[in-house]
């Protein structure tokens, strides 16, 4: 075993129907390392992971913790060999108290000495930082405090290796760099750290090294300081890639005639989710985002416009006509399309097949008693997962069996067979590959070249550089500012969040 190694994978394959998931795949992670587990989706992250902690059998290879072979078939066995896994869903109970989900499967019934138990718990949340009571019920906590709760859950129970599956997905910057506290913390004391994003800076702010997987292959493990942000997304995609920067043409916002009279215009939109009343417009060919913390707003306003939120005043015009959108309905009839933020929970019906949830907004605008025949929903589904590069087995296949980029075309897909003049894009591209993101970034430039406007949300500042023309800034609900041209650059962008009007 390499010295220091807490864990060694060697030669891991996992085979599905058709299907090599996984082939020779080495893994090694080191006594207080972070190291990151990077690659496109379906590069083969989440099927090591799943083979490490017993949810999937392995078809060949080996597992070494701390110097010993181990056999580990279900997730109890990774459990009692001190694997311990927090996920970006969390897993707790949301009715139980912070204790009791900290000793949770390992209490005495109504023999449980509640005492010790809620002391032993406030002891381990204090060592660790973690600002919480341990008898408050969970559910009255913030997402990151409920997987620091996870990750202390983890801690007691001794844990050598602790996997952290997206866990900085739904956090904002402050809650982030708590966790980051909290991951240093672990390290110090020699709990070895997988981490799996896909948020190329908290990697390089955080861990210590890479290893990068693509097409259930090893690519190869590197020292963090040794791999260059360009060369990491190189090795992840297989391909020379510029770090993004080329993307955005030059004079796209020449190409906007400002003359012409907005595709959609707001004037005073008020809505029922805190947001202060404000006015918005776009023309033909732009596109346009908002910008903020998270909690700024900016997902409201554009719900707002979409009528997903109740509106409670103003006015809006399209193409100067005075027009009424007060549910989703009444704006697809008037040309407005809207990816919602939680694909998983406002844009999937993971039930039904890629197929259906392609055609699904088409069916609502023509109505449920006038269907489809079969074979133009078939046409219009080829169309569409040939011209995003879908990959899915077949049309019938569930779409919740796809990966999250791929979820996120289809529910893509759905939006542009609507054919919208004006397309609302909220995180399309949160929590899936480098590739993908991509991918996205370029289509929503070219259907802007085609003339439709695009509004375009993501947390990441430099994707919105990359891709806007014009900026809107919130904070706390209210729109403090405007920015394009040369004031399109992150330092002005952070200054206008933190200092109100620009």
Known sequence: MIEGAVLEMRGI???FPGVRALEKVDFTLREGEIH????ENGAGKSTLIKVL???YPMDGGEVMLSDHFVHIRSPQDAQNVGIATVYQEITLCP??????NMYIGRTKGVLTDWRMMNSSAGRLLEELGIPVSPKEQL???SIAVQQMVAIARAVDMDCKVLILDEPTSSLDEQEVQKLFNLMRDLKKKGVGIIFVTHFLEQVYEVCDRITVLRDGKLVGEYVIEDLPRVQLVSKMLGKDFDDMADIKTEGDADRIDLSELPVYQANNLTGTTGIKPFDFEIHAGEVNGFTGLLGSGRSESVRAIFGADRVVGGTVKMHGKTVKIRKPLDAMKHGISYLPEDRKLDGIVGDLSVRDNIILALQVMKGFFRPFSRAQAERFADYYIKLLNIKTASQDTPIKSLSGGNQQKVILARWLLADPVYLILDEPTRGI?????VEIQKLVLKLAAEGKSVTFISSEIDEMIRTCSRLIVMRDGKVVGELKGDDLNQNKIMATIA????
């Open 95 to 100: 009715n139980l108290t912070v204790a009791e």
């Open 139 to 141: 559910g009255n906590c």
């Open 53 to 55: 902690t017993g949810v």
């Open 433 to 437: 590959d480098v590739g993908t993101k």
């Open 499 to 502: 200092g109100g009007e620009s």
């Open 13 to 15: 394959c996992k085979y």
């Open 36 to 39: 990151a587990l990077m690659g």
